[in-house]
């Protein structure tokens, strides 16, 4: 079994939960009342930009001889990469229902939570499922800031609970 074809189809897959990912937290961001939450949220949404771009290039980098397909057998790379995008809970239409019905900073600093995990477990099977590519270095990178965003999602969502703000969003 083959997976998704090209590894281009892969890339394009990173691209796009990328903007869906710059979409929201540009879209939460524009919501927040609570001004460390709103600079947060802005900054996210401006280093998945970065993201998007990155992925851009390593797509266009491809060169021409590349495999037109990942070899696997027993189709468990195709399956497990298939249920993270499809479970992935950055599509355009879900997160923008889910942002309208979010009332308190926390719930978007969990969805946010929830994104930036599905996306790293989304690219580090990305990165196991390509041949050995010049781009792998950098998916390494992209991998590592995801886990920063993380990291800062995480730490402002103690501050909320710590502080025990509960200023409305939008």
Known sequence: MFIFGTADD???????????G???????????DDPAVKKLLEDLAFMEESHVKAFRDLRGQLPASFPDA???PEGLAEGYLQATAD????????????LKSANEPLEVLNMALQF???????FLGMKEILPDVS???????????????IRMLS????QLIASGTTTAIG
Not at 155 to 158: D, K, L, M, P
């Open 116 to 122: 930036e995990k599905d996306s790293v477990a989304f």
């Open 22 to 32: 710059h979409q929201f937290y540009a879209a939460a961001a524009k919501k927040a």
């Open 70 to 72: 990942v070899w696997d």
């Open 155 to 158: 730490a402002a969502r103690n």
């Open 87 to 98: 479970t992935h809970i950055f599509t355009v239409e879900a997160a923008s229902s889910r």
């Open 10 to 20: 892969v890339f394009a897959m990173a691209v796009r939960i990328e903007e869906n």
């Open 135 to 149: 781009g792998r270095g950098e998916i390494d990178k992209l991998i590592m800031a995801e886990m920063d965003h």
